[in-house]
């Protein structure tokens, strides 16, 4: 939780019965919310089969029948279709509670002790689109496309006539019918910028066919302010606005809208890993960044956002997932929160130049044995590297420089060699800390190739059962070491919820 940061609580939610914003909930479950006295009578009809079951926690658990339906919770939809009774009460249960402060904006805090495991929320996505630096992708299912079939309505690339009728491509197949032709896209296998203005249109289309979504995804944070003195600013005016409007004749949204649009995408689009689609979901996206997250996110196969808890998280606490790699070091974090997310993180995390003793940045002092160089006086914004034992100290700009050419040396080793891993970790022990972020990836990627099978330098590798008991215990060390830190900064177990096995769900 940042440190001097002012809570401003206040009830953000719509009222359950006109949506307007409201301002008092309901006196039992403290979870719907209303804008009047008066609606709130008019809604106790309905609400009070979904109210009596929270009004018993948290002292004894109702009793629930199997059978019963219970309708979903009204503040985040939290219900697993698949779950259990018990499961679905403990699921409403966990409702977070939506808060404001000035530093943050909107978060979720926990409106009781959460348990490891439990469901916070379920979202299902507003909108789903390719990602912005794409290869091109059928705009019905994701997959590459090669150009063998297009779109009969519009031109753009599919994979066939099923994903023509998918409604996913409803939005951009309309758009494009403004063109006197047909959109043709030539270059296929490599990034194609034409596939930047794909979301932003589906995103666009909810103003004129979905209000409801429309207010959701225009409440999101967009950061336009600091957007527009930036690179990426530049790139969307041509690849976005001026595309849309020159190449699919589109004059329908003003510039500035279609700009607020990308900065909401940025900002608050989660990547789905596996088919690389960009989701954005409206009650998701109130949660948090923190350096060592409280959460695991999952995606079922319905492309459904599930956040759990990923340690117990108290009553009160902030709800926290990680907008960033966990496993990268402070200095390359805060440079993408800055760049992309347009903040500067300051968990406890940050604030620690040992990183909680496991000094993930740090360097071998240059003049003793023994000390570790680390930033100073603050990782935020060092003025100097400065070593733990010795007065020796380091410029910032001769760390980067450093870290720079290591970097460099990293990207340089060839793919699945194992001698030149095993190099790089030799070399660099002098020079960087044992749980260095460049060597934890490094270790990583070892940890994987051992027992892979598989030619390396032409060379036959043993499988995992093949194994020599020396290498099969290099492994182990390798695992260890990268587990230790990994439980540290990315606490919890990843779930594999309502689905039946592992290959459809996304994490
Ligand atoms: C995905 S949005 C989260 C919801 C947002 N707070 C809102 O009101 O819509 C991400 C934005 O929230 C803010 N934010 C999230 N985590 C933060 C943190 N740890 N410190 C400061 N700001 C944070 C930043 O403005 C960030 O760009």
Known sequence: MPPGDVYRKMVVGACAVCGCPASQRCGKCHLTAYC????????????????SPYRKLPGKQPIIKQTKRFPSCSKCSCIS?????????????????????????????????????????????????????????????????????????????????????????????????????????????????????????????????????WVSLTQMEAHMEQRRTTDVHEVNQVNVVDFMKQYLKITTFEEDEIHKICGIIDVNGFEIPGPNIIGLYGKGCLVEHNCIPNTTRTFDAQLNLVIRAAVKIPKGSHISTSYSDPMWGTANRQLHLTTTKYFKCSCDRCFDPTEFGTHL??????????????????????????????????????????????????????????????????????????????????????????????????????????????????????????????????????YNINCTTPTNTYY
């Not at 009047?36 to 109210?51: A, I, L, V, Y």
């Not at 297009?150 to 758009?175: R, V, Y």
Request: hydrophobic share 30%.
């Open 81 to 213: 279709q698949s779950a259990a009774a018990q499961t679905l009460l403990q699921a409403a249960a966990n409702c977070p509670v939506v808060c404001q402060s000035e530093n943050l904006g909107r978060y979720l805090e926990a409106s009781r002790d959460i348990l490891p495991g439990e469901i916070i929320l379920k979202d299902s996505p507003l909108v789903l689109g390719p990602r912005q630096v794409t290869v091109p992708v059928c705009l019905g299912c994701f997959t590459p496309v090669n150009g063998t079939y297009s779109c009969t309505m519009c031109g753009w690339p599919l994979c066939g006539p099923e994903c023509q009728e998918n409604d996913l491509h409803k939005a951009e197949c309309q758009f494009s019918r403004n063109r006197t032709s047909k959109v043709q896209v030539h270059k296929f296998m490599q990034v194609n910028q034409m596939y930047e203005c794909i979301t932003p249109l589906r995103c666009l289309w909810l103003k004129q066919h979905d209000p409801t979504r």
């Open 361 to 494: 940045s740090s360097l071998r002092c240059v003049k003793c044995t023994g000390g570790l160089m680390l930033p100073s006086p603050s990782p935020l914004d060092p003025d100097i590297w400065a070593c733990n034992s010795c007065p020796a100290t380091l410029s910032v700009e001769h760390v980067e420089q450093f870290l720079k050419q290591m970097g460099e040396k990293l990207v340089m080793l060839k793919e699945n060699s194992l001698n030149s891993s095993e190099a790089f970790l030799k070399a660099s022990s002098s020079k960087l800390s044992e749980n260095h972020y460049y060597r934890s990836d490094v270790k990583l990627a070892l940890a994987q190739m051992y027992g892979r099978g598989g030619s390396q330098t032409q060379q036959q590798q043993p499988n995992l059962k093949d194994l020599s008991k020396d290498l099969l215990e290099r492994k182990e060390t390798l695992c260890r070491e990268v587990l230790a830190l990994a439980d540290l900064f990315s606490p919890g177990l990843i």
């Open 36 to 51: 009047s006295k008066d609606h709130q009578k008019q809604h106790w009809k309905t609400h009070r089969t979904e109210c």
